[in-house]
């Protein structure tokens, strides 16, 4: 069975400053991986996703997330945060082949954001 | 608009009471989930519909009930609940065989 883990619960970036958010998987075969987030007493919206191709994903909202195989990893990047970031971050991951009920997700980083 | 619309939104409900959330999709999927977001922990998936075929969860107390009469629309039904059930519990549906899954708004829901 596969399993994600988001090593970093909570993150504090200053408004301008680069974000990474971390996202390591495990599964046996080639998985497809997600990026979602929710904001305050809102549902997952998704930021990205990975299915085959080109390593470095471009997703909604400036985002972008970069699979790599040998680290088991799909972080989560953005250059320059904005204040209107700050919500929770879910990275997912699911079976080749498989269908949505297979998805696995992570427990989430909370990002808060400074002025 | 996510296309994946549910109510109502906050729901606060006594443990003796029966009560239903609603979730309808307007994205032409043919596959419907229930999951639950407690604090501080993953999501849980609950129950999935595909093609309107449920796919049981074993560890789902069976005082919730889901229903899927159709492939827009998907219920829980609720009765006799807990106050560890509170939690927001969040619908998505799929195109199939394919892995994304699109959310709703979700519906807090208190039990008291």
């Known amino acids: 069975a596969q399993s994600v883990t988001q090593p970093d619960i909570h993150i504090t970036v200053s408004e301008g400053a680069s974000l990474e958010l971390r996202c390591n998987y495990s599964y046996g075969a080639t998985p497809y991986l997600f990026w979602y987030v929710q904001s305050p007493g809102q549902g997952l919206q998704l930021l990205l996703k990975y299915f085959s191709g080109d390593t470095l994903v471009q997703g909604i909202k400036g985002f972008e997330a970069e699979f790599k195989r040998s680290q088991s990893s799909f972080n989560l990047r953005k250059p320059s945060v904005h204040w209107s970031d700050a919500a929770e971050y879910f990275c997912a991951v699911g079976v080749e082949g498989g269908s949505a009920r297979q998805l696995t997700f992570g427990s989430g980083t909370q990002l808060t954001v400074l002025p | 608009e996510t296309g994946v619309t549910q109510t109502p939104r906050h729901l606060v409900m006594g443990m003796t009471n029966k009560k239903s959330l609603k979730c309808e999709q307007h994205l032409g999927h043919n596959a419907m989930y229930w999951y639950k977001q407690s604090a501080k922990k993953p999501l849980e998936l609950m129950f999935v519909?595909?093609?309107?075929?449920?796919?049981e969860n074993n560890s789902v107390p069976s005082r919730f009930s889901p229903e899927c009469p159709n492939s827009s629309h998907l219920f829980l039904h609720l009765h006799t609940l807990q106050p560890e059930d509170s939690a927001l519990y969040l619908c998505?549906?799929?195109?199939?065989?394919?892995?994304?899954?699109?959310f709703g708004q979700g519906t807090r829901l208190t039990v008291v």
């Open positions: 519909y595909s093609l309107e075929e449920r796919v």
């Open positions: 998505a549906s799929s195109r199939g065989h394919h892995t994304e899954a699109f």
